[in-house]
């Protein structure tokens, strides 16, 4: 027998572990979402936007040849991102992914 009442799902998304993978979930979506507005849409194909460290902008692509493509649309793209966004961003860093989902 339980020694204590089974917590709710909705008590489990607003506090311990949890409430910090949702709250990484909804982070990155957003990040994602501001990734695809910034970028056109042939290269938001062939990327991913996955986190922010620190002033970096850590980007994934399917290849070198979309690697070149956001260098290419570097300024653009981090100037895009700091009006939409509240951090300010320096510069990008891209990681080529073959595998890319």
């Known amino acids: 027998m339980l020694k204590r009442k089974p917590k709710s799902v909705q008590t489990l998304l607003q506090k ?21 507005a910034a970028v056109p849409a042939d290269l938001a194909a062939n990327s991913r936007c ?36 509240s951090q300010p961003l320096r510069s990008l860093e891209i990681k080529v992914k073959p595998a890319l989902q």
Do not use: D
């Not at 990040?31 to 695809?36: E, G, H, K, R």
């Open 16 to 36: 311990g572990p949890l409430a910090q993978l949702n709250e990484q979930h909804h982070r990155q979506s957003n990040l994602q979402n501001l990734w695809l």
């Open 50 to 85: 996955v986190a922010i460290q620190g002033q970096t902008l850590i980007i994934y692509v399917r290849s070198g040849v979309w690697s070149t493509r956001v260098r290419l649309l570097q300024s653009k793209i981090l100037l895009s991102l700091q009006t939409a966004s």
